[in-house]
């Protein structure tokens, strides 16, 4: 198949190559196929490990608490302190790791996190004193703050335009098939017919790392992102990758595909400064800046806060039994999961705007209305997780397409260290902050603290939604190279908002 690629003349020292390519519109128009089940697969099923570990931590944060757990540790301490030290970790991870997938691929840096995310969560289960524990809170978080980083700019690197708003959100959803798993095992494991209090909260640990060792071994087999390959000096490897990648959809498909539509001309180029990126994000597109800025603290607080301390509200108000709340858990995290799969469609057709805006208005609402009954004595276990199923299923769309959005709306040079940065910062201001003023608030065992906690994420996903309805891109269906011109094309000096 003619690749439709040119080549100018070698570089002499010091300058870089241009290329004149089609290969990011031979990625868009490829049809559904099983080469993109495998990225899927290979890719996503991360998120599920991350929700199943961080609902384990949550749900058994009671029984490591009580004596004879092997720890002399509270259970504020699991859900403030070392809550805030994952999510410290995994800004700092997504920072460090960002810049290297940007620099050195994205396929380098996926291993590398998910074996730095397994080791680390492997010796929190060996934790024998609450400094351990929280060294490697951290460190798991440092692993899972890179995987944000390279997976989301593969994911939209490698996905055809028409379904990346979907399958990113889909993707970054199945986080909440995890935190189903991790509820019902964390019942399991503490049940002390079955585990010692000393063991049981260890081996859900284990179980997580058993099932992240399959996911590495299938991970070997997604390939670079071409679109990284082109502009990087790897050409030969990007043109190579695709038409092999079209043989096989054509062989699975039984006809021929279109050809490509367009071209693109670029210099290709090494690696980007932290200068020019910083100029990019806050110079070249500063509504683009404040969008990403405002959907990440929206959806970091509301979840960072809330999440982590659901089990602590179960035990302190409704005296639900600390190996019970797994149960409540399951159905909140089946409604997160919901709101992204039946919703996801819509963010391609309807479009980004209208989708992001209202999924972040609608559970901002919601969210008031359930503090409002809570505070009144209204609900019970059962209701009040009820509630939070319907305030959950729009917020999990809408803080999914959050990394969705920073990922499709900046330059392909520029994409996972924005994915990083605006993750960093958003999640610092509400991912931080939110499990330690959120632990105080429900530890105090006053309603007027925990609605006030409410109120608080639900104002801030209510102004999140509000900036988008004015500021988010009309990304759906358009390729990546159209949203947000790539820094190596020599029309790019000129680029502005749109």
């Not at 403030?80 to 970790?89: D, Q, T, W």
């Amino acid at each position: 198949m003619d690749s439709g690629t040119s080549r100018a003349p070698a570089p002499g020292p010091g300058e870089t190559s241009t290329v004149t390519t089609a290969v990011p519109a031979r990625l868009d128009r490829l049809p559904w196929s099983r080469w993109h089940w495998m990225i899927v697969i290979g890719l996503g099923t991360v998120w599920i490990l991350d929700g199943l570990e961080v609902t384990i931590v949550g749900n058994v944060a009671g029984r490591i608490a009580e004596d004879g757990s092997g720890l002399d540790i509270t259970a504020a301490q699991i859900t403030g302190v070392a809550a805030a030290l994952y999510v410290a970790g995994a800004c700092s991870g997504a920072l460090f790791f960002g810049w290297l997938t940007d620099r050195y691929g994205r396929k380098r840096l996926f291993m590398v996190t998910l074996v730095v995310y397994l080791a680390a969560t492997a010796m929190t289960a060996l934790s024998f004193e609450s400094w351990w524990f929280f060294l490697f809170r951290f460190l798991t978080g440092f692993g899972i703050g890179g995987e944000y980083a390279a997976i989301n700019s593969a994911i939209d690197e490698l996905i055809p335009s028409h379904y990346r708003g979907r399958v990113d959100l889909i993707i970054n959803g199945s986080y909440w098939l995890g935190a189903i798993g991790g509820s019902l095992l964390s019942i399991v494991m503490l049940d002390t017919d079955i585990f010692p209090k000393d063991l049981g909260w260890r081996l859900s640990f284990a179980l997580g790392v058993v099932l992240g060792l399959v996911i590495l071994l299938v991970r070997r087999h997604v390939p670079e992102s071409p679109r990284w390959q082109f502009i990087h000096g790897h050409g030969d490897e990007a043109e190579e990758l695709v038409g092999a990648v079209e043989k096989e959809i054509e062989k699975e498909k039984g006809a021929p595909l279109p050809p490509p539509d367009r071209e693109i001309t670029i210099h290709q180029r090494k690696s980007i400064g932290f200068g020019l990126i910083a100029r990019t994000v806050f110079h070249t597109y500063p509504r683009r800046a404040v969008l990403g800025l405002s959907l990440f603290i929206g959806q970091a607080f509301l979840y960072n806060a809330i999440t982590f301390g659901f089990g602590t509200i179960l035990i302190t108000f409704f005296d639900v039994p600390t190996g019970s709340t797994g149960y409540y858990f399951a159905v909140i995290a089946a409604g997160n999961f919901m709101g992204p799969l039946l919703l996801g469609k819509l963010f391609d057709t309807v479009g980004r705007r209208i989708m992001i805006s209202s999924t972040y208005l609608l559970s901002g609402i919601l969210l008031f209305g359930t503090a409002w009954l809570f505070d009144r004595g209204s609900l019970g276990a059962t209701t009040l997780t009820a509630c939070w199923c319907v305030v959950l299923f729009f917020a999990s769309a809408g803080a999914s397409s959050a990394y969705l959005t920073v990922s499709e709306i900046f330059p392909m040079e520029t994409r996972a260290m924005a994915i990083a940065f605006f993750y960093a910062l958003g999640t610092a201001a509400g991912g931080i902050s939110g499990p330690l003023i959120f632990a105080e608030l429900t530890e105090s065992g006053v309603v007027g603290d925990t609605v006030l906690a409410f109120q608080i994420g639900a104002g801030l996903m209510c102004a999140a939604g509000l900036v988008a309805a004015f500021l988010a891109v009309d990304a759906e269906r358009r390729s990546l190279e159209d949203i947000a011109e790539p820094l190596s094309t020599a029309r790019s000096a000129s680029s502005t908002d749109r």
